[in-house]
Nanobody, 123 residues
């Protein structure tokens, strides 16, 4: 089974920083795009940032210039460095991986999700 485990969330004051990590484990052959999504109470889940295996990144307008996504392909780990955090960044952050695994006789692509980690920005 493929598992994604997020870590690094917590409580931080406005203007502070956090670094989230997501490690992918299990029988996965390759990972294409990895990303971070977030969901605040009463809100829909939204894209925060994504990064392809080649290093191409996409950021939501609300986090451009403040957040940075990176990955360690050798260890199947993706990071989200968050700077100048604002109260509106408060949400559960979910890790996502677009991966390929051999199952049912062939290689198949599947979106894998972590269980989420809470980020709270408050004074």
């Amino acid at each position: 089974q493929v598992q994604l485990v997020e870590s690094g969330g917590g409580l931080v004051q406005p203007g502070g920083s956090l670094r989230l990590s997501c490690a992918v484990s299990g029988s996965i052959s390759s990972i294409n795009t990895m990303g971070w999504y977030r969901q605040a109470p009463g809100k829909e889940r939204e894209l925060v940032a994504t990064i392809t295996s080649g290093g191409t990144t996409i950021y939501a307008d609300s986090v451009k210039g403040r957040f940075a996504i990176s990955r360690d392909n050798a260890n199947n780990t993706v990071y989200l460095t968050m700077n100048t955090l604002k109260p509106e960044d408060t949400a559960v952050y979910y890790c996502n991986a677009d991966g390929v695994a051999y199952r049912l006789g062939r290689y198949r692509r599947h979106d894998y999700w972590g269980q989420g980690t809470q980020v709270s920005v408050s004074s």
